[in-house]
């Protein structure tokens, strides 16, 4: 009787040389890959001079940051998260206008507080941060949830328009920021968190217009 197909292939079959553990370090390192490509693209670079992924990260969080300051609405959330203290939306802006403002702690600790509330484009903005920094194993983890949260929005979240590099105004944003109340969180060694302000709220449109 002819033996089955399944059984002589299993007779010359090789041995596995890959354990459970090398596949998950194989498939972590296909997702950095992926996540790489598919959320930075191929970015032509100066001539004499190759960016590299973090200064890639770094240059695209202050893309997204200044893009998302001018929506039409920024005001509004700000005004609600400092009446309610509870607006992710809020949160988010205010997290996106504190790291242009180079203030990264405050704006990832706003940022966590947006992304924990279920907003995705606060989790990007913490994936850029932390790649920006080469922290990859946080980096990581906020990719994967930022992707996770997608399904909460109807489009695309993620596409950066293309263009010169904005201009910042730092020294007007510092001084801004300078002026607002700040309170000191322990947890997870924040340490200083600044708050916002209504007298924010108003001005924000036209710090977003200076952009």
């Not at 607002?180 to 977003?208: C, N, S, T, W, Y």
Request: proline share 6%; hydrophobic share 40%.
């Amino acid at each position: 009787m002819p033996r089955r197909i399944d059984e002589t292939l299993a007779d010359v079959g090789l041995p596995d040389l890959f354990s459970e553990e090398d596949m998950d370090d194989l498939k972590k390192e296909i997702v950095r890959e992926v996540t790489d490509s598919m959320m930075f693209g191929a970015m032509p670079a100066p001539t004499g001079h190759f960016p590299t992924t973090h200064d890639q990260a770094n240059k695209d969080l202050q893309a997204l940051t200044a893009q998302l300051l001018h929506h039409d609405d920024v005001g509004h959330r700000l005004s609600e998260l400092c009446d309610e203290g509870i607006d992710p939306d809020g949160a988010l802006h205010f997290a996106c206008l504190l790291s242009l403002a180079n203030e990264p702690a405050c704006a990832q600790f706003w940022w966590q507080f947006s992304a924990g509330a279920g907003n995705a484009l606060a989790a990007y903005c913490l994936h850029l941060l932390h790649l920006g920094r080469g922290d990859l194993r946080d980096a990581d983890h906020w990719a994967c949830q930022a992707v996770a949260l997608t399904d909460h929005y109807p489009g695309p979240l993620f596409e950066l328009t293309t263009g010169p590099q904005p201009h910042f105004p730092i020294a007007a944003l510092r001084k801004v920021v300078g002026r607002l109340k700040a309170d000191v969180v322990e947890e997870f060694g924040f340490g200083r968190v600044l708050h916002p302000d209504l007298r924010l709220a108003d001005q924000i449109e036209e710090l977003a217009d200076a952009f």
